[in-house]
């Protein structure tokens, strides 16, 4: 069967560059002419004393030079492709050892911090040189705690920034969500600036402030923006699985349709394909709810809240495509089962036909459809 899916791309790349191969040849033609007396047992001529012979290889090295053309053009588009993945993901390996050694950094500040107070606890007189340097430590090892976790924010929100342009999203669905991100790092910038400008002699105040910027940052916008983004990310892939069903849909129609008209009997496989519409139907829905309540999550106080019943709608509709891959495995066993039992005898006993041939392919396209499902 792949073979002869070979075959028909081959036939349909040969047939779709004949009109351009005898465009070009128009005017060697228009040359060709058959001697008319005399030519018993000489060869054909052109006016121009160019053989047929050699005409027909014009002809062939024409056809090859294109079909060279093409296959060039497929290899660069392949290279080009192989690329663009190469460098997603030398972006993505430098994104996630940046996370790394943000996440290092963050706990190697946390323990520090930790063990200075621990020790600044244990100081008997609190104006001792000890005593004093002791909290000079915790002063910087606190400003070093903060900028460790506004750069981790940061990682986390470049890694999601990095899904967002390489998911399946619609357009202006990932730019909205871009922008969202390119708001909450903003923010975070601005407060590790302030972070930034804390030193040894900064005050408990002013750690305590560039504390509560970091906080509010996070909470106020890059919190709501990585749920919010996150969620529409799995809402994306969800989209994609449907779209795919739904042009699946298409094809078994198709196929049923001409069973139908050969005169097979296809009413079980028709309420089969009945059912997997239903639960497709049923997943789109679950989406689209999905999708609306994403969009509700704009302020801290509601995005637990909405992006919970979001997901709720979320889980729903993979089930939903969950069924529908069951439902599609019964499907094309009846379509099968259909064809074997057969209720045109001469069709039966002769050779498959074309039209047989072009069914058959479009089942093993279904199949892989169906895998993805």
Same mark, same amino acid.
């Given at each position: 069967?792949?073979?002869?899916?070979?075959?028909?791309?081959?036939?349909?790349?040969?047939?779709?560059?004949?009109p351009v191969v005898f465009a070009e040849c128009s005017t060697c033609n228009q040359k060709v002419s058959l001697t008319t007396a005399n030519s018993g047992n000489a060869e054909d001529t052109t006016d121009e004393g160019i053989t047929a012979?050699?005409?027909? /290889?014009?002809?062939?090295?024409?056809?090859?030079?294109?079909?060279?053309?093409?296959?060039?053009?497929?290899?660069?588009?392949?290279?080009?492709?192989?690329?663009?993945?190469?460098?997603?993901?030398?972006?993505?390996?430098?994104?996630?050892?940046?996370?790394?050694?943000?996440?290092?950094?963050?706990?190697?500040?946390?323990?520090?911090?930790?063990?200075?107070?621990?020790?600044?606890?244990?100081?008997? /007189?609190?104006?001792?040189?000890?005593?004093?340097?002791?909290?000079?430590?915790?002063?910087?090892?606190?400003? /070093?705690?903060?900028?460790?976790?506004?750069?981790?924010?940061?990682?986390?929100?470049?890694?999601?920034?990095?899904?967002?342009?390489?998911?399946?999203?619609?357009?202006?669905?990932?730019?909205?969500?871009?922008?969202?991100?390119?708001?909450?790092?903003?923010?975070?910038?601005?407060?590790?600036?302030?972070?930034?400008?804390?030193?040894?002699?900064?005050?408990?105040?002013?750690?305590?402030?560039?504390?509560?910027?970091?906080?509010?940052?996070?909470?106020?916008?890059?919190?709501?923006?990585?749920?919010?983004?996150?969620?529409?990310?799995?809402?994306?892939?969800?989209?994609?699985?449907?779209?795919?069903?739904?042009?699946?849909?298409?094809?078994?129609?198709?196929?049923?349709?001409r069973l139908d008209e050969q005169g097979y009997d296809i009413s079980a496989a028709d309420e089969y394909l009945d059912d997997f519409k239903a639960e497709i139907d049923s997943a789109k829905e679950n989406y689209d709810k999905a999708k609306?309540?994403?969009?509700?999550?704009?302020?801290?106080?509601?995005?637990?809240?909405?992006?919970?019943?979001?997901?709720?709608?979320?889980?729903?509709?993979?089930?939903?495509?969950?069924?529908?891959?069951?439902?599609?495995?019964?499907?094309?066993?009846?379509?099968?089962?259909?064809?074997?039992?057969?209720?045109?005898?001469?069709?039966?006993?002769?050779?498959?036909?074309?039209?047989?041939?072009?069914?058959?392919?479009?089942?093993?396209?279904?199949?892989?459809?169906?895998?993805?499902?």
């Amino acid at each position: 069967m792949k073979r002869l899916a070979t075959i028909l791309v081959l036939t349909m790349l040969v047939l779709s560059i004949m009109p351009v191969v005898f465009a070009e040849c128009s005017t060697c033609n228009q040359k060709v002419s058959l001697t008319t007396a005399n030519s018993g047992n000489a060869e054909d001529t052109t006016d121009e004393g160019i053989t047929a012979d050699e005409d027909a /290889d014009t002809e062939d090295a024409i056809v090859r030079q294109a079909i060279k053309s093409r296959v060039l053009v497929a290899k660069q588009r392949l290279q080009v492709a192989g690329e663009r993945i190469a460098a997603t993901r030398t972006r993505y390996q430098i994104t996630r050892a940046n996370y790394a050694a943000a996440k290092e950094n963050y706990i190697d500040a946390k323990q520090k911090i930790v063990a200075a107070r621990t020790r600044l606890r244990e100081c008997e /007189d609190g104006e001792s040189e000890e005593c004093v340097q002791l909290r000079q430590n915790i002063r910087i090892h606190s400003k /070093d705690f903060l900028i460790s976790s506004a750069d981790k924010v940061l990682n986390v929100l470049d890694k999601i920034k990095e899904r967002i342009e390489a998911s399946e999203m619609d357009e202006e669905t990932k730019q909205e969500q871009l922008a969202d991100i390119e708001e909450a790092i903003a923010e975070i910038e601005d407060a590790r600036a302030v972070i930034e400008d804390l030193d040894e002699e900064s005050t408990d105040e002013e750690i305590r402030e560039a504390t509560q910027t970091i906080r509010d940052a996070w909470r106020r916008t890059a919190r709501v923006a990585a749920k919010r983004a996150v969620g529409r990310l799995a809402n994306a892939k969800i989209h994609s699985i449907i779209i795919r069903s739904e042009k699946l849909e298409t094809k078994l129609e198709t196929m049923l349709e001409r069973l139908d008209e050969q005169g097979y009997d296809i009413s079980a496989a028709d309420e089969y394909l009945d059912d997997f519409k239903a639960e497709i139907d049923s997943a789109k829905e679950n989406y689209d709810k999905a999708k609306e309540k994403y969009q509700e999550a704009d302020t801290p106080d509601e995005v637990d809240t909405v992006m919970k019943q979001a997901n709720e709608y979320m889980r729903a509709a993979h089930t939903d495509l969950k069924e529908a891959h069951t439902i599609l495995k019964d499907l094309l066993r009846a379509i099968r089962d259909t064809k074997q039992a057969g209720t045109q005898a001469s069709e039966s006993e002769s050779d498959s036909s074309p039209a047989e041939e072009a069914e058959e392919e479009e089942e093993t396209e279904s199949e892989e459809d169906e895998e993805e499902l």
